[in-house]
């Protein structure tokens, strides 16, 4: 999914681009390998990521009908996934509320919403996660001295700490829910996420990484611009350039290595496509 995301990102479908095959090969497995139910897993971070893939497959024209109708059952089995709370979990529903997965299934109802599929469903589930995240603390802290705290439970605020990978998940679903720039929470996150920025590949957080450019993108102005330039530098000069491995990057140790280089690739590649793919949902 993950891999798709990066091929689709810049440019390629099974029709078009050098790429076409690895596209074609891709959405035929993902078609394979989805189950009745809609889902490819039991958690939910993998659903969130292929349910992205095939809605933007989709959107890009990919596959005909039967892409079409996959994403819709992804979607569907990742809005019944939802907490009543209105944030998800690796399994769900349930009474545990994680900000990592809700990001993700954010982004892919996101994907799908903008390719038109269960428009109004995925409308009304993201009121309701707006809902929540006003209401608890950390992040409903929207007034002009705000902290732009996150989190990764409800139960652990602080766990979305400044610079932290849970911090720019929740700016960014704050911003896909319809949060304006201006917000002073969102302000406030943004101080926190270039306040930290990295400096070197080795040991880098490269969830965080991916997220901080999807959030920054986003937010625009002085934030985007100091973070985009170091980071950038860093990844590009991080890239390998020797034998098999050109073209991919190395693991870190950081929570994407059991995706091993296809994920660390995938991530980072997309992380560099922001700029054609992502267009700003903000005003």
């Known amino acids: 999914g993950a891999a798709l995301l990066a091929f689709l990102g810049a440019g390629h479908t099974d029709k078009v681009g050098k790429w076409k095959v690895n596209v074609k090969s891709a959405v035929a497995w993902l078609l394979t390998a989805q189950r009745p139910n809609g889902s490819w897993d039991a958690r939910n971070y993998a659903n969130g990521i292929c349910t992205m893939a095939i809605a933007e497959a989709a959107g890009m024209g990919c596959g005909g009908s039967e892409v079409k109708k996959s994403a819709e059952m992804a979607v569907d089995y990742l809005l019944k996934q939802q907490n009543d709370s209105g944030c998800f979990d690796y399994t769900g529903p349930s009474k545990r509320d994680d900000m990592s ?62 610079g932290g990978a849970c911090q720019a998940i929740a700016m960014l679903v704050r911003q896909y829910l319809g949060w304006e720039r201006t917000a002073p929470w969102l302000n406030a996150a943004a101080d926190g996420q270039i306040s930290k920025i990295p400096a070197a590949y080795a040991g880098v957080d490269v ?20 973070w985009n330039e170091p980071v950038s530098k ?33 991530f980072l590649c997309l992380s560099l496509e922001i700029y054609y793919r992502y267009k700003s949902v903000m005003k």
């Open 101 to 162: 997965v809700t990001g993700w299934c954010v982004m892919a109802l996101k994907s799908a919403m903008i390719s038109g599929i269960k428009e109004k469903e995925i409308k009304a589930a993201f009121h309701k996660c707006g809902d929540f995240l006003d209401k608890t603390k950390g992040t409903d802290d929207n007034n002009s001295t705000s902290k732009g705290i996150a989190w990764y439970t409800p139960d652990s605020v602080g766990t979305g700490a400044p």
């Open 207 to 226: 969830y965080r990484v991916y997220y901080s450019f999807l959030a920054l993108f986003q937010q625009g102005g002085n934030h985007w611009t100091a």
């Open 234 to 266: 860093m990844v590009v000069a991080a890239q390998r350039q020797d034998g098999d491995f050109r073209g991919s990057w190395d693991k870190t140790g950081c929570h994407v290595d059991q995706g091993g280089r296809v994920l660390y690739t995938a």
